[in-house]
């Protein structure tokens, strides 16, 4: 259960190397942070990372196997991720990779790649998630989009569509879920400094895992459905999603 100050006391993460999910980790466990569970393909990433965690304080770490790309599993690993601790208080969705937007759009198998593990998978992880938070009764549920999504442009459309796809996909469930006890929160952040990301160009209005964790958290607490970071790529969005297509695909980003 959550602790008095509505901090999330067990913690799922599907994508365990995600350095916005471990920056999420860190700032809970400022708090009362007992249990968490990391998922993901690579275990011995994933010790490594479970280490940095128990390194945060009394945390109980453990590591289950999670790969967003084996749809005949995704949800079957979900469900025992979900089974380590008691009860999941918060479970963040982390999955995802990048691409390589000029050779992936020449290359089938790499666009499957992107689209099932930023899009299918965490998809099926999220319905499984659902149900099973549906027989505890309650619980959070934190969804890592990207403002790529918001708008998909030329310069990422495979990355961006994968995006779109998932945040879509929350955001409908969202509302199948209203009046209910389970909250499900899409953070759609800007160019974020991660070792995801380390071989793009950063670009302007660019933020951290930390910021990011920080809105996301008290997002959730104020049970907001869409977290902007920063809050100012909003009304862009907005403006872009208005201009011509003729335009549109003129810009250079």
Known sequence: MNDSFKKPQNVVVLGGNSDIAFAILKELARHRLEKVVLAGPNQTTLHQRASMVSDLGKIEVQVAT????????VAAQTEL???IVPTVDLLIIAAGVLGDQPSDEMDPASVSKVLTTNFTGPAVALTATVERMK???FGSILVLSSVAGAKVRRSNFIYGSSKAGLDAFALGFSDALWNTPIQITVVRPGFVKTKMTESAKSVPMSTTPDKVALAA?????????IIWVPQSFRPIIFALRHLPRSINRRLPF
């Open 66 to 73: 999670f790969d967003a790309t084996d749809l005949a599993q």
């Open 81 to 83: 991720a979900m089974s």
């Open 135 to 137: 027989k505890q009764g």
């Open 217 to 225: 958290l008290r997002g959730i607490e104020l049970g907001k459905e």
